[in-house]
């Protein structure tokens, strides 16, 4: 028995270096290359940082790179204000189609993103006649954000004490006071990784964004593609790279701040 | 859920509403808070009312069960917040901030968070902060809920001494029947969203209006009697075969009642003494020490069991299985309606 648990066990880690190779290899052979000196993207032949430098004088990347940080910043305040707000509402919704409504706010995460593309570029030109490019953008990135934030919103907000906002407008806060200096200090942590989430998600995005850009508009992940199409080069290799860098960074901040105990309103 | 309540709570009053929980106690304070609204009826205070008032506007402040301080601010800014949101100047604030931890005995620990304080101190900073804006009326929703009972006991005798002390009208939230007579002016029983008595802590106890009163504060023995006479000071009832004098207002000849009886106020008499009225022939079978006194039980020879309390030198007709008669004072019952 004891040699058949320990045989499984090694099985186990070995499926668990297998998915985490799976995982990470490619990303791995990604940013190897970035640092190889090569023409061509799939050959080493010593290492150079030329092609982070190279990026520093691509024009057309750095303004890809400059509608990216607009793009994703622009639908991570829209996503954090609505998305704190329809998390603040769901809490307070006491009628029976409560959970229908939640499962509703959550839908632009699984709706597959082709299909809220092609309804968003439709919505643009049909219904709300928005300029496409950066807004059409920012504004369609903010779907699926405030879906996101909505849902770590709220997450945060399971263990809130809603007597502390009675405490608080029983000394004399008004509503509006007691949401700035009790609720919102309160789950700040959840607004804050929920809208670096959008803010990640956002500046990734290529498929929402190929869809409602206009003409002459690119961010990042657009200019990649293209530029992909010519093959891939260790430039793109080392875009890529800093991109994977700035997304994990936001990410471990998203995760911490989540995790992190300022707060909450548990009982003691 | 609360129905049917009318209640006048006076200035300057420590008053308790106590129940068993899910009564409507508690309720009735927030409706008094504020945070819920009465479908019916009025609330006033201080003459006038004050039903659509919001919550933030009412000159009345709550201490919570649970405290419900703000767990991402410190001691000194719990206390303060009341006067920020009444934007008092700053300097006045530090002042009374002051003033109200010496208040509650917390004199230098402001610069703490809630959460490094023990259970009995965050009590006191929901005191001080709830107490800081002078309010005519300090609501507490059961606040010594959560404290083990020495600290419980203290807490009490302060909280009574500091509203005497304040003259701020006290409505009190509790389960606790001790609590609220040792600390109550006067004491509102709530059962079943009703209040059902509404009296000075004596009153509650001597003269209860009903059988779950009785039953509720302190413990009760019940005897069914029927009404057969009365004269000039007393009603004549018949009870477990025996005719007993009781105190009280005059009632139909015939009509069904439920005596109650502290064990307290019972004494037990070798069988065969009959010095006195009010005798019920039992015999004792149970006793037991309670370093107070002794505890009996007797058993009637209807078969229905009584509970006695002895003061511990009346250990001599004590033997557990011997006939004995219990007897009481006339005054010492109080007649409740017959169940229906």
New interface residues.
């Given amino acids: 028995m004891a040699l058949d648990a320990r045989a499984a066990s090694r099985w186990l880690r070995l499926a668990s270096w297998l998915a985490f190779g799976f995982l990470y290899l490619p990303v791995a052979v990604l940013v190897i290359f970035s640092f190889s000196a090569s023409r061509y993207s799939m050959v080493w032949s010593g290492f150079t940082l030329q092609w982070y430098a190279a990026l520093a004088d691509n024009a057309r990347v750095l303004s890809a790179l400059m509608n990216s940080l607009i793009v994703a910043g622009g639908a991570m305040l829209i996503s954090a204000v609505l998305g704190t707000a329809a998390a603040l509402g769901l809490r307070r919704a006491r009628f029976s189609g409560r959970g229908v409504l939640a499962a509703l706010f959550y839908a632009p995460v699984v709706i597959p993103e082709i299909v809220l593309a092609i309804g968003l570029l439709m919505f643009f030109v049909l219904v709300m006649p928005v300029p496409l490019g950066l807004p059409s953008i920012t504004l369609a990135h903010s779907v699926f954000g405030v879906a996101y934030v909505t849902i770590v919103v709220s997450a945060r907000l399971e263990g809130f004490?809603a007597?502390?906002e009675?405490?608080?407008?029983?000394?004399?806060?008004?509503p509006w006071?007691v949401f700035l200096?009790?609720t919102l200090?309160?789950i700040w942590p959840g607004v804050l990784g929920g809208a670096l989430l959008a803010f990640t998600l956002s500046f990734d995005d290529f498929v929402i964004s190929y869809f409602v850009t206009g003409p002459g508009t690119a961010t990042l992940p657009l200019v990649i593609y293209s530029m992909v199409k010519r093959g891939v080069t260790p430039e793109i290799n080392a875009l890529a790279t800093l991109i994977l860098l700035v997304s994990f960074a936001i990410l471990a901040l998203s995760i911490w701040l989540q995790g992190r105990n300022?707060?909450?309103?548990?009982?003691? | 859920m609360v129905r049917d309540v009318s209640l006048a709570i006076r200035e300057g009053e420590f008053f308790s509403l106590l129940g068993p929980s899910g009564c409507g106690k508690t309720t009735l304070l927030r409706l008094l808070a504020g945070f819920e609204s009465p479908t019916s009826g009025e609330i006033l205070l201080a003459g006038s009312g004050v039903q659509d008032v919001p919550a933030r506007r009412r000159d009345l402040n709550i201490v919570f069960q649970h405290y419900a301080l703000f767990p991402h601010l410190s001691v000194a800014r719990n206390v303060a917040f009341g006067l920020e949101m009444q934007k008092v100047a700053g300097d006045e604030i530090q002042r009374r901030v002051a003033d109200a931890l010496a208040l509650v005995r917390l004199q230098g620990l402001g610069a703490r968070m809630p959460r490094e304080l023990s259970g009995g101190q965050q009590q006191r900073v929901a005191l001080a902060r709830a107490l800081i804006t002078r309010p005519a009326v300090l609501l507490l929703d059961e606040p010594l809920g959560a404290l083990d009972l020495k600290l419980r006991r203290e807490m009490q005798s302060e909280l009574k001494a500091l509203q005497r002390r304040l003259g701020t009208t006290f409505v009190y939230v509790t389960h606790d029947q001790e609590e609220a007579l040792a600390m109550s002016d006067r004491v509102g029983v709530m059962h079943d969203g009703q209040l059902l008595q509404v009296g000075a802590p004596h009153e509650i106890y001597d003269r209860p209006v009903n059988r779950f009163v009785a039953a509720f504060i302190g413990e009760s023995n019940f005897l069914a009697a029927e009404v057969t006479g009365y004269d000039d000071r007393d009603l004549i009832v018949r009870s477990a075969g025996e005719s007993l004098r009781v105190r009280g207002e005059r009632i139909a000849i015939g009509r069904r009642v439920t005596l109650a009886l502290r064990p307290e106020r019972l004494r037990i008499m070798p069988a065969g003494d009959s010095v006195a009225v009010n005798l019920l022939d039992g015999r004792l079978r149970e006793c037991v020490y309670l370093g107070t006194g002794w505890r009996c039980e007797i058993e009637l020879v209807d078969g229905s069991v009584m509970r006695a309390s002895l003061p511990p030198q009346d250990s001599g007709v004590l033997s557990v299985g011997s006939r004995v008669m219990l007897t009481f004072a006339p005054p010492d019952v109080a007649i409740l309606e017959s169940d229906s």
């Fill in positions: 004490d007597q502390l009675e405490a608080a407008a029983d000394l004399g806060a008004t006071r200096r009790v200090p309160l300022i707060t909450a309103g548990e009982k003691v």
